[in-house]
């Protein structure tokens, strides 16, 4: 499968501990991009990498959110201290410039 | 104001129906804009672009009005299979080329 891929595909939680979700991005796409998607809502955008580069975050990536791409291949989103409005689908994308190709997404349920 | 609004639905259509969705956008700035289709917990997947001389892809045909900031998504015929949720997308007019998302119109149709 040559698709955007995330890991894990769900992930359940106590309020306050840190998770931390990966994407590997379609080989040879140097952008790409994390939503975070809520019930009834589309994803909204929270940051975008250019290779290894952190270019945009949005103002709803918090303080307790931190996300990587150390080698511009795969991606790392952490989120610390977990609180109860952060479940959600987050999703990951990937694109050359073009179309923006998405991942399953990895939902997160904090309980 | 949400920068991509759209009727929520749900559309509940018979087979072969003819749905029509709506959309607007306030950046007039905007340059390209996309529908997506999500179908239940799954990823966004892109459906078709939009020109602006109008683009028709089988049974569906997507129209865009600058000048009213409108775009929309006629479904000819629909199949069961239509049944997904569909959103609308404008490339922000920003740069990097990031995704803005409706909320996304929920399509049924049914036997």
């Known amino acids: 499968d040559t698709g955007v891929s995330q890991d894990p595909r769900h992930k359940i939680t106590k309020r306050g501990q840190n998770v931390t979700f990966r994407c590997d991005p379609i080989s040879e796409h140097n952008r790409l991009y994390w939503y975070r998607q809520t019930l009834g809502q589309g994803p909204e955008f929270l940051t975008y990498f250019q290779n290894e580069a952190q270019l945009e975050k949005s103002r709803l990536l918090s303080d307790r959110f931190s996300a990587e791409r150390p080698k511009g291949s795969f991606s790392t989103l952490e989120i610390q201290r977990t609180e109860q409005g952060d479940s959600a689908m987050y999703l990951c994308a990937s694109s050359p410039l073009g179309p923006q190709h998405f991942g399953d997404g990895t939902r997160l349920s904090i309980l | 104001r949400k920068e991509v609004e759209q009727d929520p639905g749900p559309f509940n259509v018979p087979e072969g129906a003819t749905v029509a969705f709506n959309c607007t956008y306030s950046?007039?700035?905007?340059?390209?804009f996309f529908w997506y289709r999500q179908d239940c917990r799954k990823e966004p997947k892109l459906l078709m672009s939009v020109y602006s001389s109008g683009n028709e892809d089988g049974r569906f045909t997507a129209q865009l009005n600058r000048a009213s900031q409108y775009i929309s998504l006629l479904i000819r015929d629909s199949k069961l299979s239509d049944s997904a949720t569909y959103l609308c997308v404008v490339l922000d007019a920003g740069g990097y080329n990031k995704l803005i998302f409706g909320a996304g119109t929920r399509l049924a149709v049914h036997p």
């Open positions: 950046n007039s700035a905007s340059q390209s």
